[in-house]
C-alpha cells in the first residue's frame, strides 16, 4: 500500500514538474513575442529621405537689338508711271521721253531725243529717223523711224526716273544715270543705252 502510494506520488511529482516546465516554456514563448514583432517592425520600417531640389536663377538675357532700318530701295515702285497699262518716265536732265508701252502687236521699250551719232537714214523709212532708239520682242535696239511721238505719255508730261533707279514692267527694265538711260529686253538681254551724245544698241 505505502509502496502504491510513493508510486502514485512520484508520478503526480512528474506531471507538476512537466506542467512546470511546459508552462515556463509558453510563457518564455510568450514573453518573447512582442520584442520579435517590435524586431521584425523595425526591420520593416524604411525612411526614405527626397533629395534636396536646387533651383538655380536663369542666365539674364539680353534682349535683341532693334533691327536698324533698312536704306530705301532706289527701284520706285511706288511712284505713279503707268498710263493706259504702259509705262512713261523722263531722263534725269529732260533730254529723253521714255516708255515701256504695250501695242496692239507687241511690247517695246524706247527713249526718244536728241542722239549722236545717228546711222544713215534706211530706204524703207520715209518718215523722221534717228530721234531716239527702242528694243522689241526681238532683236537687238534699233533707231527710231517715226512720224511723230512714240514715248510721250497721253497727258503730256512724264515724271523723271532718278539716277541710279529702275523701272521693271511689262518683260523689260530701264535704268538711269546722271548721263544715260539703258532699257533691255529682259528675257533676250537685248536693248540700248542713250544719251545726247553718245548711244549704243546691243
Not at 512537466?18 to 517592425?41: F, K, V, Y
Not at 520593416?44 to 539674364?60: D, F, G, K, Q, Y
Not at 537689338?65 to 512713261?88: C, F, G, W
Not at 543705252?193 to 553718245?198: E, Y
Request: with cysteine; hydrophobic share 30%.
Amino acid at each position: 500500500m505505502r509502496s502504491r502510494l510513493s508510486s502514485v506520488a512520484a508520478v503526480g511529482c512528474a506531471a507538476l514538474v512537466l506542467a512546470g516546465c511546459g508552462s515556463s516554456t509558453t510563457e518564455e514563448s510568450q514573453a518573447e513575442t512582442p520584442s520579435a514583432a517590435r524586431s521584425t517592425s523595425a526591420a520593416a520600417t524604411v525612411t526614405t529621405e527626397s533629395a534636396p531640389t536646387t533651383t538655380s536663377a536663369l542666365p539674364e538675357t539680353t534682349p535683341p537689338p532693334e533691327p536698324t532700318p533698312s536704306a530705301p530701295t532706289t527701284t520706285l515702285v511706288d511712284v505713279e508711271y503707268e498710263r493706259n497699262e504702259s509705262y512713261y518716265f523722263a531722263s534725269p536732265d529732260g533730254a529723253f521721253q521714255c516708255g515701256i508701252v504695250r501695242l496692239p502687236t507687241r511690247t517695246e521699250a524706247g527713249c526718244e531725243g536728241a542722239t549722236d551719232p545717228v546711222p544713215p537714214q534706211p530706204d524703207n523709212c520715209v518718215v523722221n529717223w534717228g530721234h531716239g532708239i527702242r528694243v522689241k520682242d526681238t532683236g537687238p535696239g534699233e533707231f527710231l523711224c517715226s512720224g511723230g511721238p512714240v514715248y510721250l505719255s497721253p497727258d503730256g508730261t512724264s515724271p523723271a526716273l532718278p539716277p541710279g533707279s529702275a523701272l521693271t514692267q511689262l518683260g523689260y527694265t530701264c535704268t538711269t544715270t546722271d548721263v544715260d538711260v539703258t532699257c533691255a529686253n529682259d528675257s533676250t538681254g537685248h536693248g540700248f543705252t542713250i544719251a545726247p551724245g553718245s548711244n549704243e544698241t546691243f
